[in-house]
């Protein structure tokens, strides 16, 4: 008599007692069988719907990866692809958003008309997103403070005011979550740059219009530049900013040595090819 295997596991109940009526046993044993198998069954499809998260968590972990790898090659676009592969599967993770929020960024000086904006108005989505779902992440405050500094390109006077303030909140709210966040100073640096240099009959104007404008020093800017510096000395743009910000301050000889300095600094990221053309524009002034 035809013995049931357990090497057959993987047979469909159908196909099992197929076999079995077709060697002439009992519809009894037919039916003994078809429930073995039924009851396997159920036990199969356990575990590929435990696996299937695995999986696809292998598969996010691997798109991160690989998205790293262009971004520290200088490739944005390709970078931006893979963190959005990513993304399909890990859609609420907050250190994810913040990368792709960098990506649309970086790919700005690449970009010109309205697919620049579109990348501003993207990077500034996905910042957004990453605050609301872990506000206590550092990271996702200063990749908003980013992204609201590089859509103010395009907005309106009283927008950049409004912006202006929401820039300088996020920028203190990262570095308050992660003192040692030397982007978080250097946002704040720049921040106290731009507002430091307005002038006094814009801001009067603007107190009429838009109810003014808020208050920033060179010297705020120096100090948040001089510690950026101290966290990360490998950033060329919060060298060339301190430089600029000296030159601004009427230290043309300090400026030119900073300047230099910096000018002299191996690009790593892609803003660096920007930052350096405003280094050697500052120094051409002097």
């Not at 998260?53 to 692809?81: H, M, R, Y």
């Not at 979550?177 to 978080?184: E, F, I, M, V």
Request: aromatic share 8%; glycine share 6%; proline share 3%.
């Amino acid at each position: 008599m035809f013995r049931y295997s357990y090497k057959n596991k993987l047979l469909s109940s159908t196909y099992c007692c197929f076999s079995w009526i077709y060697a002439g046993n009992s519809l009894m044993c037919g039916r003994r069988l078809v429930i073995r198998s039924t009851m396997f069954l159920p036990r199969l499809l356990l575990i590929v719907l435990l696996t299937i998260p695995f999986v696809f968590s292998q598969s996010a972990s691997e798109w991160i990866s690989k998205g790293e790898a262009f971004e520290a090659t200088g490739n944005p676009k390709q970078a931006l692809e893979a963190f959005q592969s990513a993304e399909k599967t890990m859609p609420d993770d907050a250190t994810l958003l913040v990368k792709i929020a960098k990506q649309y960024g970086d790919l700005m000086p690449s970009l010109k008309g309205a697919a620049k904006e579109d990348a501003s108005l993207k990077s500034l989505e996905y910042s957004r997103k990453a605050v609301a779902i872990d506000p206590k992440s550092s990271d996702s405050h200063l990749a908003l403070a980013l992204s609201l500094g590089k859509n103010t390109e395009f907005m309106g006077n009283r927008q950049k005011i409004e912006a202006s303030r929401e820039i300088k909140t996020a920028a203190e709210t990262a570095l308050r979550l992660n003192p040692k966040s030397d982007y978080a100073h250097h946002m704040l640096g720049r921040w106290h740059q731009e507002v430091a240099g307005v002038s006094t009959a814009t801001r009067a104007l603007a107190k009429i219009i838009y109810g003014g404008i808020p208050k920033g020093t060179y010297k705020e800017a120096l100090r948040h530049f001089e510690s950026a510096r101290i966290i990360n000395n490998r950033r060329l743009i919060h060298q060339i900013e301190y430089g600029r910000t000296l030159a601004i301050m009427g230290r043309d000889a300090e400026a030119k040595t900073e300047i230099q300095k910096g000018l002299a600094m191996v690009n790593r990221e892609a803003d660096d090819k920007d930052s350096k053309e405003r280094g050697r524009k500052t120094l051409e002034s002097l």
